[in-house]
């Protein structure tokens, strides 16, 4: 079993920064991924950033050279650094880790973007 909890989130203006962070607890050594999605009202769930245990990341197009994901050697800890951030990338952003057998899901940090 693997328990997530991300924190950071809150209210921003255009153009600012926020930093997500997701603790990771339980089996992690299971972990082979961790990964950032979110969901905005009205819309389904979508892939942001994913970064894997040799620390391979990507990202959707729609947050390159502004999102950058990084974890710590241990791998209990995932971030998401996020900067200039625009209007539509507010929703709630849950963090995600792999497993063989499952994905796992923290319960989710709200981040909201003002204009």
């Known amino acids: 079993q693997v328990r997530l909890v991300e924190s950071g989130g809150g209210l921003v203006q255009t153009g600012g920064s926020l930093m997500l962070s997701c603790a990771a607890s339980?089996?992690?050594?299971?972990?082979?991924?961790t990964a950032w999605y979110r969901q905005a009202p009205g819309k389904q769930r979508e892939f942001v950033a994913t970064?894997?245990?040799?620390?391979?990341?990507s990202y959707t197009d729609s947050v390159k050279g502004r999102f950058t994901i990084s974890r710590d050697n241990a791998q209990s800890m995932v971030y998401l650094q996020m900067n200039s951030l625009k209007p539509e990338d507010t929703a709630v952003y849950y963090c995600?880790?792999?497993?063989?057998?499952?994905?796992?899901w923290g319960q989710g940090t709200q981040v909201t973007v003002s204009s």
């Open positions: 995600n880790a792999k497993t063989k057998n499952r994905d796992y």
């Open positions: 970064i894997t245990r040799g620390n391979t990341d």
């Open positions: 339980g089996d992690i050594f299971d972990i082979y991924a």
